[in-house]
Structures are given as C-alpha cells and as structure tokens.
C-alpha cells in the first residue's frame, strides 16, 4: 500500500482540529459527535501521545497524519516530527492570514526542505479575503527565505467546519476530496520498495505512555521492516549501543492503534 506522511500546522482556532476530524470522519476513520482533541478518549485507552497521531485512507493510500505543537517552547519537538513527515499543510484562517505563532514551524519546514500545500480556511466568513491571505502567505514563505519551487504551493480553499474544499474558489463542492487528491499529487511516496530488504532503521521522534506496557516510542521506519519479537539495536547520540526485542508493535487506524506484527518502509509505528 502507497503511504504519504504529512503534518498540519496553524495558528490556534485557524481550523486544524476540525479539519483534520473532517477528513478523518469523510474517509470512515471517526464516527460523527468524535473528536481529536479529546482526552476523555485517551484516558479511557489509558495512553497519552503528545503529539497525537491519526491516519486516514483515500484511494488505496494510507496518509498518515502526525499533529504538530505550534508553539516555539517545543522547538526541539517540532524538528523531530518534521523530519519524519513527507510535506505539510499550512492551513490559514481566510479572514485573519497567517499569524505570527504559524511562522515557527512553517520556517522549520522550509528550513528542512519541505514542500508546503497552503488551505486557505473558513472561506464563509463574512470578512474573508482568500485572494489577500494567499498574497500575505506569498509573502511570508519569501521573507522565510522558501526556494523558488516552494514559494510555487499548491492552494486549496476549505470550510473545514462543513467538510468541504476546493481547488478553484468557484468551484461546486461538497466534501474534502480536492484535498486529498492534493495531498496524492504533491505529497511524495514514503513507500519504497528498494529499501524493504535492508536492514531495519527506524527512527523514534515521540513518546507515548500505556498503562499497561509503560513506555512507547513512536517512529518512522525508513529501511526495511519491523516485526515484533525481532531483536534491535538502540543507537544513541554519541554512538552508543544497546540491544532490545520489540515486545509489540502497533500502526495507526483512524485514532486507534491497531497491533500488528510486522510494519514497511515509509509507515508510522
């Protein structure tokens, strides 16, 4: 299965949240009346992710979908879970424009060559001006110092809150699939069949908490594959080795993590 990784970045009440709940309930992966940002649900699955994960499923593509702390406190946090994502979507209040609190991350993904896809957001407010937001956008990926072909971003309008996007603000639509098929066209393929034979090399950019199997490490896998029971190398820093098994493994279905015993190149683990 073709897999793309990607984060979604925006300044609070910009639209994240809802957005990435209206892609997950359009592609079957949350029920209606759910949300992302409920605690309630990770108490009751007794795991805490900081940095939640979620994945979706579009036209036999696993999208993968790694939230991102917006503020510059988590600075070391956030080059973590860049580097294991494939693009990012900037999503910006329609209205509002981007706002300072977007401009960390966003130069962060600049900075580690990521190619950006812009949602311009809540496109239904009375006050909205998509064709000046995406001009202040313009602006601020050139004063971030983007390269031309970054500065070149896909833009997708939303009403996040109705489940809706489009390509062309004229546009009919009545779901988020101008998205997705954007996240296809621009987002590369984390999937790579040359590099399923070689040796495993995963690398841990979060932390998790189970009540019962206490510590989790959430990874990309960039070469070969993962299987529970394997044996493993724990390379630190500064060199140093220590050996472990991997006593379970699990891969994100919606919100839920699913056990599975073995996992591919490009997946979040």
Do not use: W
């Not at 070469?223 to 724990?234: H, P």
């Amino acid at each position: 299965m073709e897999i793309r990784n990607i984060a979604i970045i925006a300044h609070v009440d910009h639209g994240k949240t809802t957005l990435t709940d209206a892609l997950m309930r359009q592609t079957g992966g949350l029920k209606e009346g759910v949300t992302m940002d409920s605690n309630k649900l990770e108490q009751e699955r007794g795991i805490t992710i900081y940095s939640k994960n979620t994945s979706i499923f579009f036209k036999d593509t696993k999208i993968n979908i790694v939230d991102t702390p917006g503020h510059a406190d988590f600075g070391s946090e956030v080059e973590r879970v860049l580097r294991s994502i494939d693009s990012v979507l900037l999503v910006v209040d329609a209205q509002e424009g981007p706002i300072p609190q977007t401009r960390f991350v966003l130069k962060k993904s600049l900075a580690l060559g990521l190619k950006p896809i812009v949602v311009i957001n809540k496109i239904d407010k009375p006050a909205a001006n998509p064709h000046k937001c995406e001009e202040q956008v313009f602006d601020l990926f050139l004063e971030l110092g983007a390269s031309d072909e970054q500065a070149h971003f896909p833009v997708v309008y939303a009403i996040s809150r109705e489940g809706i996007a489009k390509k062309i603000l004229t546009d009919q639509s009545t779901d988020l699939t101008p998205l997705l098929e954007t996240i296809l066209d621009h987002v590369p393929s984390a999937s790579d069949d040359k590099l399923a034979d070689k040796p495993l090399k995963l690398q841990p950019f979060n932390l998790g908490y189970d009540n019962f199997l206490g510590r989790l490490a959430v990874g990309r896998i960039y070469e070969g594959t993962v299987k529970t029971g394997a044996a493993v190398f724990v390379k630190k820093p500064d060199g140093e080795t220590r050996t472990g098994k991997i006593s379970k493994l699990f891969s994100f279905k919606g919100i839920e993590r699913i056990e599975t015993e073995t996992a591919g190149v490009g997946d979040i683990v």
